[in-house]
């Protein structure tokens, strides 16, 4: 099967996205933030990026889900900054902090093509939702430099579904998370009282895109959807809502990734619901709502290695 975005290049439909994408930083609307911002003239909104791309980090990636990493790995470009602001997050000083190289099209092509050679499986865009513009900018670049890999969309999903239709038929693999259910929650967790909504409507294009996970013969992901939700302390990422959405409105047959490895940071630290890791009974909890909803693709592969408070 190869790469949707081969035949979107040949056809013309990639050239179209990267010229929409780039219009649309004119007066930034690229995530449901709508900063309104000109990103093209250096201006920032929320997200903190300009015209280019900010790379934290880039190499072979071997803790990502079994379907993505294969024996040599997934090809993870993690992007500085990001449209939401997590209370909790592990990597502050990358989504927040901006640690990182502002890169050029042709550089970032250049990375793409260097995490093939080393034999990685996919490339994986780490936060990618306010760099969609800059990615598509670099694809055809990189397809001339023989990128053949499929393109995994690793996002937190607070995303717009008509900037998702710019993915269409280029993006092969989307890998969203399912973060809160409850908008007072999002609010509170991470700026984003509309999350849950954002999250439902990006979460069905994008199995509308490439539907279920579908893998080749030995085993690694070709194309389709993944979902991650982080399991968190006091049901407060409403894992029970979260699984019978995934069942009755995207597929019983979803790839699920239910994560036990929450742990407090930065402003998490300290507070009565959130200063703590999750128990055994909580994750075991969150599996066995995922078995009632019928939801039986779950990741095995983070089980047995968490340490979870008793
Ligand atoms: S991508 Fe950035 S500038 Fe554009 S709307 Fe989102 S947060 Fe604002």
Redesign the pocket.
Known sequence: MPAAYLEAHRSGRLAESVRKSLEWMRS????P???G?N?LVGET???R?GSQAVVASYGPHFGEEQPLVGRRGSGTIFFSHC?LFCLFCQNHDISHGGEGQPVSPETLAEVMVLLQEQGCHNINFVTPS?VIAPILQALPLAIEKGLTVPLVYNTGAYDRTSALRLLDGIFDIYMPDFKFWDPEASKRLADAPDYPERARQALKEMHRQVGDLVTDAGGLARRGLLVRHLVMPQGLAGTSSVMHFLATEISRDTYINVMSQYHPCGGAVGQPDLGRRITSREFEEALEMAHREGLHRLDERHRHWITLEL
């Open positions: 930034c609307t690229l995530c933030r709508l900063c911002v990103r909104g929320y997200c990026t449209n306010h």
